[in-house]
């Protein structure tokens, strides 16, 4: 008499949604950032009966940037989940910014029925798993019919693939090595210049070797920061401007000559300056500069003492990010995003740790802060409990994306909001300049393009859905609220800093900073 147990269980049926989520769980993925709808809700549902941590986010740019940023900081494609049409349309940013960045992405999309025979499609995830994440990282797309969603099939026709494994470990030529050593044993004032293709790499601990056993000063991008520490005595990067233009040989190890590094172009360099360009990606080698040779494979900031010791109020740019290094938790993550933000906070706030800083990257991204922030905190929550995500914006970039706010208070993520709030782009105007504006014509008509509203309250985005929220005005009620902030662990918080609507950025002025002197 046959077993009728065989024979049940010969004839269990699963749902394509149950098959795809544990496609997803076979490749480790942790975690899935998007807006659900027909017909990925099911599928989300699946996913989140496996253990993978589903995020509800409020817009599928901010979700697939979160999704990004996981990828970053965990070397595994994070997960964007949507709906297709504007959907798919609203992830683009993000899969453009993660391709930019070369950061591992997968997004998978709902797309209308069609008549398929076979589940053979769920096998795609472990390839698009490894193109995500092999050679040069970046986003892909795998699009699911409704059909395959809802789907049953016998339980025991689905063949599964294994995890996909980690990319190879390739090595340089060994002649192209000795070359560069030759190079750089000849220089007489070698520059290395850190990107966040080397934190990708996860390079920290030979990069630091390097620097300290031939006494190198280095200049970290600003995701590069961190891998060796800001506060290490050999970085240069309050002389940036300087060292680029007097290096005789510029050592680059995962960072790209573009914009950021103002091309590798004269005369922001040496013109016979000599690049050594490592990089995993071989169609990278050799972009804008002929390298001398390609393996395909601080000083403190001078002038941060000076700024902050102003008293007179508005506070500056200086004057917060002073107050705020001071009390920032050496592992805490810092977000980073916003134009004189960003930029001036660079060179004051500094990172002790690899990865754990996330700003606009390679392609200028606004609007990335508060999806990148909750990556993170998801991320820190579950690896590393009780760190914080220090995100620091400016009012023009929270503008971006500060619905996520919900998002944060629905998760009660450790995170704590600055917004640097100068009423506007840049600059801005005070209340009273702006009242004076509007006595003469309608505001679409006299007020500039870069002001926004003066003294907005930001901090009752926060308070209105259950968190802490501070208006600050003086260096003293920003060093309060701070320290209040860090030490409430039961519930996120944001803090908006009124500074000087006209501040902006001061000029570099440093001297070279030789190896002699360091």
């Known amino acids: 008499m046959p077993d009728s147990n065989f024979a049940e269980r010969s004839e269990e049926q699963v749902s394509g949604a149950k098959v795809i989520a544990q496609a997803l769980k076979t490749q480790d993925v942790e975690y899935i950032f998007g807006i659900v709808g027909i017909p990925v809700t099911e599928i989300a549902i699946a996913a989140q009966q496996l253990g993978i941590k589903y995020i509800g986010m409020r817009n599928e740019q901010a979700a697939c940037y979160a999704a990004s940023a996981i990828g970053y900081l965990t070397s595994r494609p994070g997960v964007c ?47 698009a798993v490894r193109s995500s994440i092999y050679g040069r990282p970046g986003a892909c797309y795998v699009d699911i019919p409704a059909d395959f969603v809802n789907l049953q099939v016998n339980v025991n026709s689905i063949k599964y693939m294994e995890r996909c494994m980690s990319p190879p470990i390739s090595m340089a030529e060994t002649s192209a090595v000795c070359t560069a050593a030759s190079v750089i044993r000849n220089a007489k004032q070698p520059l290395l210049i850190i990107g966040k ?25 600003p995701m590069g920061k961190g891998v060796v520490p800001d506060n290490h005595p ?44 490592v990089d995993i990606c071989a169609e990278e080698l050799g972009n804008n500069v002929k390298p001398a040779v390609t393996l395909l494979g601080n000083i403190h900031a001078v002038t941060k003492q000076e700024l902050a010791s102003k008293k007179s109020l508005p506070m500056n740019y200086y004057t917060v990010f002073y ?26 706030l500094q990172n002790y740790l690899p990865r754990h800083r ?28 009780g760190q914080w995500i220090i995100c ?16 944060i208070c629905r998760y009660n993520l450790p995170i704590i909001l600055l917004v ?20 003469f014509q309608d505001a679409t008509a006299v007020v500039p393009p870069m002001c926004l ?26 060093q309060k609220s701070l320290r209040q902030s860090l030490a409430d662990t039961t519930k996120p918080s944001l803090i908006n800093i009124m500074i000087e609507p006209q501040a902006t950025r001061k000029a570099q002025d440093f001297h070279w900073l030789t190896r002699s002197n360091m």
């Open 197 to 221: 293709g080397a934190a990708y790499a996860h390079a920290e601990e030979s990069i630091k070797k390097l620097v300290e056993q031939y006494k190198l000063p280095f200049l970290p991008t």
């Open 234 to 277: 050999y970085c240069v990067g309050a002389a940036r401007s300087r060292a680029l233009q007097f290096a005789d040989v510029i050592v680059l190890f995962g960072a790209r000559l573009n914009w950021i590094l103002h091309f590798g172009l004269p005369p922001r360099y040496q013109p016979d300056v000599k690049f050594i360009q």
């Open 323 to 348: 107050h705020v290094q001071e009390q920032l938790p050496r592992d805490c993550f810092v977000v980073s995003e916003g134009a004189n933000t960003m930029d001036i906070g660079r060179t004051v």
């Open 392 to 407: 620091v914006e400016g009012d023009s970039a929270f503008g971006f994306s500060g619905m996520e706010v919900e998002t």
């Open 420 to 439: 640097v709030n100068n009423n506007g782009i840049y600059q801005g105007f005070d209340t009273d300049t702006w009242k004076e504006m509007l006595k």
């Open 81 to 127: 989940l949507v709906v297709s049409g504007p959907g798919l349309i609203h992830a683009l940013g993000g899969m453009a910014n993660a391709n930019m960045n070369c950061w591992p992405l997968l997004v998978i999309g709902g797309s209308s029925e069609r008549n398929q025979e076979t589940m053979g499609a769920f096998q795609e995830f472990p390839q």
């Open 453 to 478: 509203l003066p003294n907005s309250h930001y901090e009752q985005v926060m308070t209105a859905f259950g968190g802490k929220g501070y208006f600050v005005q003086t260096p003293e009620e920003l």
């Open 358 to 385: 996330l700003d606009a990257g390679t392609f200028g991204t606004m609007g990335v802060g508060l999806g990148f922030a909750i990556a993170a905190a998801v991320v820190a929550k579950d690896r590393s409990p």
